[in-house]
């Protein structure tokens, strides 16, 4: 997000109440926040306006089947800011969508402020921890460390042998800003799991600490 630019949003919804909803929120936010593309199916993201959106807010529950698992994991692949959107308050389900990538989980009981604070946040790569998501991190008792995801310990480890986010981001093919969004959420994730990490050092400590890397390997 640069200056004043719009933020540029698709929105993945199968209702068009909730899609209308959101897009009314957007053009009252103090930033403007431009609406590229709707629908239900993934591919509005992915093609058309929707490639140069910055931001994707997905909802959950696009069928009558299972959660959008697969289709959130689709994003993620394709590098894309996923907001995930949801009538579902699960604190297991907002820390699977964090371990497929999302950028962050809210509900919709949560309302206008925080998918709008959420979606400039993620434009921005600034992490952001609505009340759902905190309270999935406080009751996270499913292990003695943080889970991170595939791309998150790619980033980590390349980081620990670069010099520079720079040259990290030309290695793996991302922005400096995903990089910078891949550590954030790692620490928030060590933060949450009462083991914070504020520095590059202490992150290494805690990657040889959970077995990520080894000493020989640094």
């Not at 957007?26 to 993934?42: C, N, Q, W």
């Not at 993620?76 to 371990?99: G, I, W």
Request: proline share 6%; net charge neutral.
């Amino acid at each position: 997000m640069r200056g004043d630019r719009p933020v540029g949003v698709v929105l993945l919804d199968d209702h068009p109440v909730v899609l209308a909803g959101i897009e009314h929120w957007y053009t009252s936010s103090a930033h403007p926040i431009e609406v590229l593309a709707k629908g239900r199916d993934v591919s509005v993201a992915l093609t058309g306006p929707g490639r140069d959106a910055d931001v994707v807010v997905l909802d959950l529950q696009l069928s009558q089947g299972g959660p959008a698992y697969p289709e959130l994991k689709h994003l993620v692949v394709h590098q894309r800011q996923v907001v995930v959107y949801t009538m579902k308050d699960s604190p297991e389900t907002a820390l699977t969508c964090l371990d497929l990538g999302a950028f962050t989980y809210l509900t919709k009981a949560e309302g206008e402020r925080h998918l709008v604070a959420a979606t400039l946040a993620a434009a921005q790569g600034v992490p952001y921890t609505p009340p759902a998501l905190a309270g999935a991190f406080g009751s996270d008792t499913r292990r003695s460390r943080p889970a991170l995801t595939t791309r998150e310990i790619d980033v980590l480890l390349e980081w620990f042998k670069s010099e520079s986010k720079v040259m990290v981001a030309e290695s793996l093919g991302l922005s400096v800003r995903t990089v910078n969004t891949y550590l954030d959420r790692v620490r928030i994730k060590y933060a949450n799991a009462g083991r914070p990490a504020s520095t590059k050092a202490i992150l290494v400590a805690r990657a040889v600490q959970d077995g990520l890397v080894s000493l020989d390997e640094l």
